[in-house]
């Protein structure tokens, strides 16, 4: 099939369109390397070297003969994402392309209004963009579990029948959603719904759990193919913090009671859980919710994992519990159904089995690489403005969202 | 008590901050007369002659010795809102300020980013000029029934308690918007619901059914001070589109079956019912939601009634069913609570009362400002890209949402 996968430069986007080369199907990335822009904001940088997407493609067309195309440029940008539509051709547009990290939406206000602007608008292009000239075309969009929050019932997939005063209805799972990111992708998920219903599109939101590791069968053929590895407080992932953390001796950062409770993947779940999606269309018109992770822990029990497994590997582990910097409930009921995937087929990794091999070895391994000031949180959801990153100058810091702005700007007033 | 009215020269504004002035408030208004320019860019008027807001206040000031103050600037302009709310130092925010119109919001691609854009980031950047500057200040939000769609079950007011598989939770009642525009309002509902978790804000948020009529007991004061009555096809609201086609011998044009049950009320209760949750702020912390409306009729019982409102005065009126231009249940169950603001005090006007006067009189009385070709629905759902509105070149048809994305953009580059 023909996917296009937007935002295939980041962390899930890299690993899936490496996935679904290798599976044989026509890929084309779409990216303005914003990802990359956000460490330069932040004075940080992932644990593994990657290499630019050039250099990545052209490794990856010399070890397996499979050409990625490459689209540069912002979904933001109606003429230019319209133009990729109509150029490729896609039976399948996996939609990554969005700002994914809680943090960076929570440091003032003007990352919060860019994460809304940026996902919202790069959506509602998406959308126009595939009912004018794809309509046909299978919407794979990311969400996050975290549209859901924490509520004290059972979180179904997308919908819930709901019986009230005698009567019945099915209908949309209500969202709590805990950052202005995760609000972003709330918003989606209600405008995609929307097209679908008037325009007949089809689409699959698959929510997703927190994702982990690094290495999957495609990224590991050659070091220059390396994933992303984020482990600062912005958008470094817990397990992947803790494992960090775990490799430089420091102690483990378990934010408040740690009874926050997750759905988590690995990462070569995510690639299976789109390849999934994307071999089974929604049918036209339909607006189909998949949650997508496979096992669900309490960030108190992801430190005591991390904790057992450094001792296997001569590591002394301490784990601290540090002033919960979010707002969220710090212990609370959560049961989250997650078998539609399953039932497709998904064989889940399981967390056990790939933590010292996926997430330790490469933490030691890049060791010398590790900023050890990046990990304890600095943007706290009370606060209405936080401070610049360290080692970031204010006018640095300032910058992701005035660069980006750009192509926002120019397609609304062109 | 202070209060300032965001939009305060629209539609319900303006009769909002005159109450609340007679009534012994101090009020503000804040405005950047984008509605005006969208009359502009349709080529439609007000059928009602409305004068300068400065000629306005002027002439509110003289009769009643009240002086309103006046703010002019975008709520998307984080500098200057938040200037208002340092200067103007309110107790309460009433917030009009968005783009209210469903066919606007569906005129294309444009006009979708527009509302969702103009709508979410305004309430964003009020969110925030609160919390920085006025954070005791109870925001009061106008959000719409149309979040909630048409569900088999019962409407609540903003939450629903669920029992689910032996477990029982209160959680926000599910959306289903109909229009981008509906949809910027569930986006805001959700952004305000978050801030009022993590930073102690006050908000209610009035989920308005569709409001009818012109004439409160302060706008009757003198011509000077009337009121908007818009009847064309994008901001025209039904009772007044079919008043102004009895009025000028027109068939009264009811979409599809004409089944679409809504929640109405008249200005006269908007007002009120503004006063009302001014009055009693909802607490620290609290994201409350009101059902704002009085009445609920289906469209066809609405051309009934003006059918045999106009028969009272001698006019000939026909009732048509044209094509529905937008995707909706034509007939369908609906039974919305809207308790609560009763419970305060509301004592509502019922349409039955002010049909004639209200409505039908103020229709005859400026029927020679009727312009006929302005009422058949030219936006359909359906369609990605709507002709620009008759009378409006394609040039000016595009100018609202390029001007006002100038705020926007401000904002996010400086």
């Not at 809680?102 to 608008?121: C, E, G, L, W």
């Not at 992932?237 to 934010?255: F, K, S």
């Not at 606060?383 to 300032?398: D, K, L, M």
Request: net charge negative; hydrophobic share 40%.
């Amino acid at each position: 099939m023909r996917v296009a996968v937007l935002g295939g430069d980041g962390y899930c986007g890299w690993a899936t369109a490496l996935y679904l080369s290798k599976k044989g199907h026509s890929v084309a990335i779409v990216d303005n390397f914003i990802r990359r822009q956000w460490d330069h904001e932040l004075g940080v940088q992932t644990l593994t070297p990657i290499r630019t997407l050039a250099e990545r493609l052209n490794v990856w067309q010399d070890l397996t003969g499979q050409r990625i195309e490459l689209f540069v440029g912002d979904v933001t940008d109606y003429d230019f994402l319209s133009s990729c539509i109509q150029n490729f051709g896609p039976e399948a547009v996996v939609h990554f392309a969005e700002q994914r990290a809680a943090p960076y939406s929570m440091i003032d206000r003007k990352h919060a209004v860019f994460t809304q602007v940026n996902n919202v608008v790069g959506t509602l292009n998406l959308l126009y963009a595939l009912r004018e000239f794809r309509p046909d075309c299978h919407l794979v969009k990311l969400g996050t579990m975290g549209e859901y929050g924490t509520p004290n019932i059972d979180i179904e997939e997308g919908y819930i029948t709901i019986e009230h005063k005698g009567r019945k209805d099915v209908l949309p799972y209500p969202k709590q959603a805990g950052s202005f990111y995760h609000l972003s992708k709330v918003h989606d998920s209600h405008n995609i719904m929307f097209c679908c219903k008037i325009w007949g599109l089809r689409a699959t939101d698959l929510n997703q759990g927190v994702v982990y590791g690094t290495i999957t069968d495609e990224v590991a053929l050659d070091e220059a193919l390396i994933n992303r590895f984020d482990y600062d407080e912005v958008f470094g992932t817990v397990l992947n913090r803790y494992c960090v953390e775990a490799a430089v001796g420091m102690p483990l950062t378990v934010y408040g009671k740690g009874g926050q409770t997750r759905g988590f993947l690995d990462l070569r779940d995510t690639v299976r859980c789109i390849e999934i999606a994307v071999l089974n269309p929604a049918g036209r018109g339909e607006f189909r919710v998949f949650n997508q992770f496979t096992e669900q822990f309490t960030v108190l029990q992801l430190a005591e994992m991390v904790q057992a497994a450094g001792r296997e590997l001569g590591l002394e582990v301490r784990v601290e519990h540090i002033p919960d910097p979010r707002v969220e409930a710090e212990e609370h009921y959560y049961n989250a159904k997650h078998s539609k995937l399953i039932e497709l087929g998904l064989k889940p990794h399981l967390l056990s089995d790939s933590l010292l091999d996926s997430l330790m070895n490469i933490a030691l391994c890049y060791r010398d690489r590790i900023d050890a000031s990046k990990m304890m949180p600095q943007v706290n959801w009370r606060n209405a403005r936080n401070a610049p990153r360290p080692g970031a100058s204010a006018e640095v810091a300032a910058s992701g969202p005035q660069l980006t702005a750009v192509g926002a700007n120019k397609e609304r007033t062109k």
